[in-house]
């Protein structure tokens, strides 16, 4: 009998493991002839989220209900690039799918996305995106692959009560980076640990702050030339300025706190701790502070970055997954311009601001024209945030040209995080010979740019 | 082709039959091998040749992948700084355990203690062992640095300097490595007869010249072995410098990091890094080969 049994058991192991291997189940993307069209779609806020996993849910009970003939599955979960390609890789990529800006030119380059444009004429909505947000879903060719859902453009955050404490006027918001330093330096003076600037230098996200930075100072990353070809434009006077004004900040005056190699979270809890002056930033990192580490708005301003000749401008959206079927992408296409629809801002900051959640803030903003002007009031109507701290954020909008990421952004800002971390790191950096080594290496990136 | 005869058929039909339950377990577990280690490490290889999207189908790309990874300069910062871990990693790591292990042998009492205090470590998951050691090494407020200042001793930036970052690393995956080695050679100094120590003892022979003329010669297996395989755990290491010093920091770059930027955070290319994972492993093959060869050889 314990023979039998012990036999069974492995047997049923081995049975076990050959249906796992097998991955068993119906093919993928398969629909029953003649029923609803049922698409798969992330992004469904996670259970702890109630409010927005209610709007979410109600979102798409009248989906359904407005359009009979789709059935919306939605799971959980947002762009994850250490599981992105497991989960293609096992067909469990959903049909329409969230992305970061800066991953949608690597998806249509990989081939691993559908092209939506010959459906668009339907939706005639997504012609009211603005036109740069949709060249990041485009292809040379002009072909669609997504459509954007939040977009930000970085700005200088700052703690208004620091600011009050250390003698600054907090509804003046430093325009230079001399003025920063300036303003750091008295930041840091109050002491208890107050640091007055703070920057990443990890996991990508120092490079992706040093081209913000590099912008703002009229510099750039990675231009084209004559032949079109891409190539570094960062070992420039405006890249100097940047590393040397950082490394100055952190080493002449010691105005960036001793602890280094930050990482996102890390600046965001420093300011909602109240132990950092200033920060370059977007309103979604406000929004982090606030919601995830329970500081309050009325703490916080946000000006425009300084040096003011532009930012960097980024975001999210949704594709769609490579090989869907025509009727499967005009369901997803009638999904997103569903629910982010400029006709519904009004009604759906009104109860968001019935239930006092944060309205009123600039971004995201993903509209032009009359839907440009329909978000701002409905932003304004119902506002919850103190609006008049980022106002100067807000008013330099039109003013401080966005520009997006350079090609192969996340290989770039590897190498020029090594930068950030050298001069945060080292006394004793080279800014010329970091910039000379890293211009080296972003020129055989870029080479491989098609 | 040659009959068999009819009573050997029986024996054979009887063994098998005796073993069934055997071979079944035997498929479980050979299942569960070719599932989890020899098909992915197949597919890997067959993925090092390839260009994948996971959507359309794999471009065969012959060496492209290795060739590029000769061509990208970190390939050889990632080789340089995965030596110079191993090598310090066996300074202390190798080292340290071996001596620990010989003081608690040689206690009377609270023997068990220590062993469970050493042993501790290595039953905290890795990732909760590098975030403490992370708060020991912060620069600001950092335990490391309390201490340092309060004993009127000059502060360190430890994994923020360029030349304290990769001996930062290594003590930390000693602390939380060298349970594991301890109670092995604790088990290799439990069997050493008593009777040797004790001849040792009366002979008037030192702790020191016990060791060397009783231990060493008598444990020579297990610190051959253990060499081996510290060796092959510290070429992989991953966790350390990916939490304490980032992926894009020059000095720490580690062959396992380079993988994991390949294939996630950089490059997204699942060729390339199966390339170097590849090329990790025949140089870790390799190696093992070449080291149990001049072992046994000497044997």
Known sequence: MKRGRALGLSLAVCATLACAACGGGAPQGQEPAGGPVTITVNGLPPATDEYNRAVFEENVKAFEARYPDYRIEAKEGFMDPQTFSAKIAGGQLEDVFYVYLTDAQNLIARRQVSDVSPYLADFPVTKAYKPGLMRVFSDDKGKVYGLPDDNYSLGLLYNRALYKKAGLDPDKPPLTWAEVRENAKKLTALGDGVVGYGDYSKSNIGGWHFTAEIYSVGGDVAVKDATGAWKPAFNSDQGRQVLRQLKDMRWTDDTMGKRQLLEYDDLVKLMASAKLGQMVGSTGDLTNTVTRFKATYDDFGMGPIPGGQGTLGGGSGYMFKAGLSPEKIKAGLAWLTFRKNPDRIDADNARAAAKGLPVGLPEPNVWTGDSERKQRAATEKHATVPTKNFAPFAAALGRVPVKLEPPNAQQIYAVLDTAMQKVLTDANADVEALLADAEKQVGQILATVK | ?299
């Open chain 2, 1 to 299: 082709m040659t009959a068999v005869p009819a009573h050997r058929g029986r024996r054979r039909g009887a063994w098998l039959r005796r073993n069934l339950h055997a071979w079944a377990f035997l498929a479980a577990g050979v299942a569960c091998f070719a599932l989890f280690s020899w098909y992915p490490l197949v597919r890997g290889i067959v993925l090092s040749f390839q260009q994948v999207n996971f959507v359309t189908d794999a471009v065969w790309v012959g060496w492209d992948n290795f060739r590029a990874l000769f061509d990208d300069p970190l390939f050889f910062t990632a080789w340089a700084n995965t030596l110079e871990f191993t090598g310090l990693a066996l300074l202390f790591g190798y080292a340290v355990p071996f001596v620990v292990a010989v003081v608690i042998n040689e206690f009377r009492h609270l023997k068990g203690f220590f062993r469970i205090a050493v042993y501790t470590p290595v039953m905290l998951p890795p990732i909760v062992s590098v975030l403490l050691w992370q708060y020991f090494y912060d620069p600001g407020n950092g335990l490391f640095n309390s201490i340092l200042t309060g004993l009127g001793l000059p502060a360190s930036d430890w994994t923020q300097s360029p030349k304290m970052a990769m001996i930062s690393l290594v003590l930390v995956s000693t602390w939380a490595n060298m349970g594991g080695a301890t109670i092995m050679y604790l088990a290799g100094l439990a069997t050493i007869p008593s009777e040797l120590y004790e001849a040792a003892e009366l002979d008037g022979a030192s702790v020191r010249q016990r060791v060397r003329h009783v231990v060493l010669p008598q444990m020579r297996f297990i610190l051959l072995v253990l060499l081996l395989l510290q060796i092959v755990a510290t070429m992989q290491v991953f966790i350390e410098p990916y939490q304490l010093t980032g992926t894009t920091n020059p000095d720490t770059i580690t062959v396992l990091v380079l993988v994991y930027r390949y294939a996630f955070t950089v490059n997204n290319d699942f060729g390339l890094a199966a390339a170097m994972s590849v090329l990790l492993f025949v140089v870790l093959g390799a190696f093992s080969a070449a080291y149990l060869r001049l072992t046994r050889d000497k044997d």
